[in-house]
């Protein structure tokens, strides 16, 4: 199509091709003189060809087109523009290191040689013929045919007069000569199910007001930081039930969420993925647009502005971003050109035993660059503080969930995958360095070493690792009846074995809410009735805020929400009325208000110095446990004693470092929060005397089920 020059016997002339299926004649308009050249129709369904006279020089022109009923049409031709692709972006994709090749691949509205159009490109080696199509030439592949760049796999063509809202899709022969329909992979906007179109989009125009916050987070050091992170699911959280009980959209949550994560205390939210997919079921974990918010709550500005406005109120926005996999839906990237482009062949490396899904082929650079182009948009465009990666177990292991037989080892005999490993490395390093202070969270449940070990010492390089072994063997505990947690006391104690081991957030994610689990509340062991097992659920919590390491907590949770999680619901905001709900959550704001009152618990969260049992395992028959958590000075030191038994104890002695007054500054069975009120009056003072091995000791009441905290406040 377009103009080319060729060579004949005497030499060369200049020849124009143009398929316009609905036209009876057809001319080539010089733009600059205005001259006319009529092409010859070569075929009933519409291809043009001609000679230009005395033409061997490419120029600008304009197609004129007249068809049956005497109508004109003039436009510009896209093959009268060069690729919008330089050779360097095409070399350094091949090499994997095109970082932000999100703005040169895909649809982008620009001004190109003075036209306003769209750039679209798609990456597709062994495709036959790639085009554009959409509304604008009623889906018909033969009309906007690509241009492949050479041997780099990428196919490009400018559509003159294509803007903001087009629906558009690829159509590919590919190379098993099927023909395919394909959404683009690099799209920034989805329509809805069930056509899954990519929509031509432009952010551009999104004006920011978050300056402060990325100065601030760029100098911050989150290791040594509070860090409080709400996890939710954006579709769920809160609904409007007068409005057919739709959730809230993107900017209506702002506002919303915004003033209660400042009410509760929280640093972060942390959402659930909001990458475009095409099944609610899957919670956003089956990700068809990698570069694209979901349109189900708004545009991509939308979304802009919802994180444009939890920064301005100074809290951090993590997402769940998924480079594990990806589903078979035909129309996104399975078998994208006909091959297993972004997925390994053989299924013993591309598929995933337990999703059915599909997993990508992390030794090939260009899929490589894709996904780590992924997240750099992510932080780029829509101004998100850190990505919490999902399955990165699976990641890393060949045989993850595989039978023998069922997997191929890595090169050298071993089940590490390598090239997903060097790929973790490299997308680390990658947000590390062009967005300083942004965090990078594994979901990662394995022993597998280093996991936020610095790249340059072999490790991975996130900052946070999920404490996947703290959440499953403390939750056993407390599912246990009192009167046999003596029996499993190793299962509240066991994690400090390896708690220094990695940089860890204790979390309690919606993982522990679906799937017939329970709720958190209902987990509990304490009895059947709601009011032990919300005692329970605040002896939990004080344990997990005090712990040391960064805290995260589902939607719901924080007050004990008594159903399982549903995603096509709305949280039961309604128990609130109800004290032992509302003294969960009452609870869970003090604990983050603790949190980040005193510095010295955020600072010492990954230091070994930062922590020391009192008794750990002195009292396991009455299943009491009690720890220091230390600072700098003395009165950076804190006292917490359990009792998961309903025994009250009066006069319990516990071991302190120093004497003098200890303030109780936690005490989960207060009134305040639901519990039956007995305390120490605000405190304790140390008697002399050796016990637990130290040189003095406080006398306290315990009552059953019950966490208390005490703070050293000097002589």
């Known amino acids: 199509m377009g103009l080319h020059c060729v060579e004949v016997i005497g030499g060369e002339v200049l020849v124009a091709r143009s398929f316009q299926p609905n036209a009876t004649t057809c001319d080539i308009v010089d733009v600059k003189t205005d001259e006319r050249f009529r092409l010859k129709k070569l075929c009933r369904e519409g291809m043009f060809e001609g000679v230009i006279p005395g033409r061997t020089e490419i120029f600008n022109y304009r197609i004129r087109t007249e068809n049956a009923n005497g109508e004109v049409f003039q436009f510009w031709d896209p093959y009268c523009f060069l690729p919008s692709l330089t050779e360097d972006d095409t070399y350094l994709f091949n090499q994997g290191n095109h970082h932000h090749v999100y703005e040169k691949l895909g649809a982008h509205v620009k001004h190109y040689e003075g036209v306003m159009g769209t750039a679209f490109a798609v990456w597709a080696p062994s495709a036959k013929r790639v085009s554009v199509v959409g509304e604008f030439n009623g889906w018909d592949g033969r009309r906007c045919p690509m241009r492949r760049l050479g041997s780099s796999g990428v196919w490009e063509l400018f559509l003159p007069g294509i803007g903001v809202g087009t629906k558009y899709k690829y159509e590919l022969i590919g190379a098993d000569n099927s023909l395919r329909l394909k959404s683009d992979p690099y799209a920034s906007y989805f329509e809805s199910p069930p056509h899954n179109a990519s929509i031509v989009w432009d952010t551009s125009d999104y004006k920011w007001s978050d300056g402060d916050w990325i100065k601030q987070r760029a100098k911050a050091n989150w290791e040594t930081r509070p860090m409080s992170v709400y ?402 000075k003395p009165t950076d030191t804190f006292a917490v004693v359990a009792n998961f038994t309903p025994v009250h104890r009066e006069e319990f002695r516990v071991g302190v470092p120093f004497s003098g007054h200890w303030k109780e500054v936690i005490n989960s069975n207060a009134n305040v929060y639901g519990g039956e009120g007995s305390g120490n009056g605000g405190g304790a003072k140390t008697d002399p005397g050796e016990w637990d091995g130290r040189e003095q000791s406080i006398p306290i009441t315990l009552p059953g089920h019950s966490v208390m905290v005490f703070k050293y406040e000097g002589k």
């Open 231 to 632: 996890e939710l699911h954006l579709g769920s959280w809160k609904r409007v039930p007068e409005d057919g009980n739709r959730p809230l959209n993107y900017r209506e949550m702002a506002s919303e969420l915004t003033r209660y994560v400042l009410e509760m205390g929280f640093t972060h939210v942390e959402f659930m993925p909001l990458a475009e997919h095409p099944f609610d079921g899957s919670w956003g974990y089956q990700v068809t647009g990698f570069f694209a918010p979901t349109h189900r709550y708004g545009a991509p500005q939308d979304f802009m502005y919802l994180v444009d406005y939890l920064h301005q109120h100074n809290i951090g926005v993590i997402i769940d971003w998924v480079p594990a996999h990806f589903p078979k839906d035909a129309f996104a990237l399975a078998e994208f050109d006909g091959t297993c482009l972004y997925e390994h062949e053989d299924p013993r490396l591309g598929e995933h035993m337990d999703w059915g899904t599909l997993i990508f082929n992390y030794s090939r650079h260009e899929v490589r660059n894709f996904l780590i182009s992924s997240a750099l948009a992510w932080c780029d465009k829509f101004h998100i503080d850190g990505l919490r990666v999902d399955a990165v177990a699976s990641m890393l292991y060949l045989d993850y969930s595989r039978e023998e037989g069922e997997w191929i080892p890595n090169e050298y005999g071993g089940r590490e995958n390598i090239g997903a490993i060097d790929f973790l490395r490299q997308v680390n390093d990658l947000v590390h360095q062009y967005h300083p202070g942004a965090i990078m969270l594994a979901e990662e449940s394995t022993s597998f070493g280093g996991v936020t070990k610095p790249t340059k010492e072999w490790g991975l390089g996130f900052d946070l690792k999920w404490n996947m072994g703290w959440m499953h063997d403390t939750l056993q505990y407390l599912s246990h009846e009192p009167v046999h947690r003596k029996f499993h006391h190793s299962e509240l104690t066991f994690g400090m074995l390896y708690q220094n081991s990695e940089r860890f957030i204790t979390v309690f994610s919606h993982d522990e809410v679906v799937h017939g689990k329970g709720s958190m509340i209902t987990k509990m062991g304490a009895g059947y009735e709601m009011s032990k097992k919300a005692a329970d659920l605040r002896c939990l919590y004080t344990w997990m805020w005090l712990w040391p390491g960064k805290k995260c907590l589902f939607m719901g949770c924080e007050f004990g929400q008594s159903s399982e999680w549903r995603y096509d619901g709305s949280l039961q905001w309604d128990l609130l009325q109800y004290m032992d709900h509302q003294g969960v959550q009452l609870l869970v704001r003090d604990l983050n208000g603790i949190y980040h009152h005193y510095e010295s618990l955020a600072r010492h969260d990954h230091d070994p110095k930062g922590f020391e049992w009192i008794n750990a395992d002195g009292y396991w028959e009455n299943s009491i446990s009690s720890f220091l958590r230390l600072g700098e």
